[in-house]
C-alpha cells in the first residue's frame, strides 16, 4: 500500500517563500500523476496543484497561479511544491495526493501558516 | 472554477439510510466520471470512499455506494453505524483540467 510523507511547513510571513516536500514509497511513484489539495482551518478542501507522472506538464488552481511551483524528482520518489509570495489565506494543512483526476493515497498533511 | 454544491449537514438514526448529493456543471460532473467521495474524520486525512462515480476501493464497506445522473452525484450510506459520523467531501475532474471538490456535508448520526 501506498505511503506519503509530507514535510516543509512552519510558521513564515507574509511576503515569504516556502518548500514543501512529499517522500512517496510502497508504489511506482514515476508511473502516477500527483497532486497537491489544501485545507484551511475548519474549512474544505481545496485543490490546489496536479502534476504530470513525468512532470512534463502542471496544472494550477487560479489562487495560486504564478505564485506556486509544482515539481517532482522520479529519482528520489518526491513530489514538491514551492510556495512563494505568500497570503494570509495560504495558511491551510497542505496534503499531497496520488493521482490527479481521483486522489487516493493521501498523505498526514503539514501545516504552513502565513502570519507576521 | 466554483465549489460543486453538498448539502452542508444530513444526520440519520443507526441502520437507516441516508444520501449526500453533490451538483456540478456539464463542465464537471457532467461530463467525466472521475467523481470521488472521501470521508474525513476530526483531525485525519481524507479517505477513498468512492472513486469514478460508483467503485469501491479494496476494503471500504459495501455499505457505501455511488452513482451519478446528469450533473449530480450521489453518495449513499445504508446500515448507518456511530463510526460513519465524519465528514463527506465530492470530487470531480473537470474540462480545465483541473480538480474540483464539494464544500463539504457534515454527517450527524443520531
Known amino acids: 500500500e501506498g505511503q506519503l510523507l509530507e514535510s516543509g511547513g512552519g510558521l513564515v510571513q507574509p511576503g515569504g517563500s516556502l518548500r514543501l516536500s512529499c517522500a512517496a514509497s510502497g508504489f511506482t511513484f514515476s508511473s502516477y500523476t500527483m497532486t497537491w489539495v489544501r485545507q484551511a482551518p475548519g474549512k474544505g478542501l481545496e485543490w490546489v496543484s496536479g502534476i504530470s507522472s513525468s512532470g512534463a506538464t502542471t496544472y494550477y488552481a487560479d489562487s495560486v497561479k504564478g505564485r506556486f511551483t509544482i515539481s517532482r524528482d522520479n529519482s528520489k520518489n518526491t513530489l514538491y511544491l514551492e510556495m512563494n509570495s505568500l497570503r494570509a489565506e495560504d495558511t491551510a494543512l497542505y496534503y499531497c495526493?496520488?493521482?490527479?483526476?481521483?486522489?487516493?493515497?493521501w498523505g498526514q498533511g503539514t501545516l504552513v501558516t502565513v502570519s507576521s | 472554477q466554483s465549489a460543486l454544491t453538498q448539502p452542508a449537514s444530513v444526520s440519520g438514526s443507526p441502520g437507516q439510510s441516508i444520501t449526500i448529493s453533490c451538483t456540478g456543471t456539464?463542465?464537471?460532473?457532467?461530463?467525466?466520471?472521475?467523481v470521488s467521495w472521501y470521508q474525513q474524520h476530526p483531525g485525519k486525512a481524507p479517505k477513498l470512499m468512492i472513486h469514478?462515480?460508483?467503485n469501491r476501493p479494496s476494503g471500504v464497506s459495501n455499505r457505501f455506494s455511488g452513482s451519478k445522473s446528469g450533473n449530480t452525484a450521489s453518495l449513499t450510506i445504508s446500515g448507518l453505524q456511530a463510526e460513519d459520523e465524519a465528514d463527506y467531501y465530492c470530487s470531480s475532474y473537470t474540462s480545465s483540467n483541473t480538480l474540483v471538490f464539494g464544500g463539504g456535508t457534515k454527517l450527524t448520526v443520531l
Open positions: 469514478d462515480v460508483s
Open positions: 456539464s463542465s464537471d460532473v457532467g461530463s467525466y466520471n472521475y
Open positions: 495526493a496520488k493521482d490527479r483526476k481521483s486522489p487516493d493515497y
